[in-house]
């Protein structure tokens, strides 16, 4: 059990990354730095489950004091920060960035065809 306290504090950093940003292309950050970088950003109940699973992650090198951490919560606020996290992943990203894109482009000639309209209705054709 003590075995798998990293890989879930890192699963949490990387998703916490790949959301919130925060950590330069080809980096990677642990738990706790980026609870102290984007920490802000998740809600306050998430951010006491992030504290817990970080405070696990350092004792995890430690197996006497490992053995302390209660890994129902650990494994409860692993799925918690994992499923508020995910969900906006690079796909939801790009889509997003997409429908903002294209958001814009709508705008902008919906703004175009308002002003050729008023220039027509000013020279009398409509």
Known sequence: MIDTIRPMAD????????????????????LAQMLKRRG??????????????AHADSLAGHPKLARQVDFQKLDHAHRALTAYLRPLGQAGRIG??????????????MILG????WIMTMRGLV
């Open 11 to 30: 699963e949490v950093a990387s998703l916490m990354a790949a959301r919130f940003g925060g950590v330069r292309r080809g980096h990677t950050a642990d």
């Open 40 to 53: 802000g950003a998740l809600p306050r109940k998430l951010r006491r489950e992030a504290m817990l699973l």
């Open 96 to 109: 997003g960035g997409v429908l903002s894109v294209a958001a814009s482009v709508i705008f902008g000639l």
């Open 114 to 117: 308002a002003f050729a309209l």
